[in-house]
T-cell receptor, first 112, second 113 residues
Framework: QKEVEQNSGPLSVPEGAIASLNCTYSDRGSQSFFWYRQYSGKSPELIMFIYSNGDKEDGRFTAQLNKASQYVSLLIRDSQPSDSATYLCAVGSTDSWGKLQFGAGTQVVVTP | DTGVSQNPRHKITKRGQNVTFRCDPISEHNRLYWYRQTLGQGPEFLTYFQNEAQLEKSRLLSDRFSAERPKGSFSTLEIQRTEQGDSAMYLC???????????FGEGSRLTVL
């Protein structure tokens, strides 16, 4: 059974601090990894993708991938109240990268 | 620039009725995906199209569900003989090529009474 697991949270983060979100996946052959943000009552929105081991930075977001450990993480620096949302980790299927397996999401709450 | 459009946004129906959802993807996107999301869970893959061809349908999808993309543009998802367990948000997403960088529509929320 292919699985993507995340801590459900909520993860409470003071404004200006770093939020650290973790995700593990079970399919060792996976090659594409995504982080989607979902505000309450809204649809998911892509914020980061990563395909190679190591770090990838985009503004205040850094995605980290370790395929040997089957681990993906997302760091949000200088957290803002507008970052309060559910963050979904998704893994692309080996035969179709758009066929995503999502985790249940981690709720992040940034407190002023 | 129009994004992915879905309608209706909300549908309330009685058990046993048929419902149909429509998705209009971003015009230049050749791949279109349907996902289903229930409260507290991540989206779950249902099916996807490349142009007009339906390439895969999830094994979790019963025969009551059918999807089409007749001209490679808009898509419809029909649920026949709805059950209470079908209550969920049905999400459509589109993209160009084989990538997981999906653009989601706002979803169609189904409530089966």
């Amino acid at each position: 059974q292919k699985e993507v697991e995340q801590n459900s949270g909520p993860l409470s983060v003071p404004e200006g601090a770093i939020a650290s979100l973790n995700c593990t996946y079970s399919d060792r052959g996976s090659q594409s990894f995504f982080w989607y943000r979902q505000y309450s009552g809204k649809s998911p929105e892509l914020i980061m993708f990563i395909y190679s081991n190591g770090d990838k930075e985009d503004g205040r977001f850094t995605a980290q991938l370790n395929k040997a450990s089957q681990y993906v993480s997302l760091l949000i620096r200088d957290s803002q109240p507008s970052d309060s949302a559910t963050y979904l980790c998704a893994v692309g299927s080996t035969d179709s990268w758009g066929k995503l397996q999502f985790g249940a999401g981690t709720q992040v709450v940034v407190t002023p | 620039d129009t994004g992915v459009s879905q309608n209706p946004r909300h549908k309330i129906t009685k058990r046993g009725q048929n419902v149909t959802f429509r998705c209009d993807p971003i015009s230049e996107h050749n791949r279109l995906y349907w996902y289903r999301q229930t409260l507290g869970q991540g989206p779950e893959f249902l099916t996807y199209f490349q142009n007009e061809a339906q390439l895969e349908k999830s094994r979790l999808l019963s025969d009551r569900f059918s999807a089409e993309r007749p001209k490679g543009s808009f898509s419809t998802l029909e649920i026949q003989r709805t059950e209470q367990g079908d209550s969920a948000m049905y999400l459509c997403a589109s993209t160009q090529g084989n990538t997981g960088e999906l653009f989601f529509g706002e979803g169609s929320r189904l409530t089966v009474l």
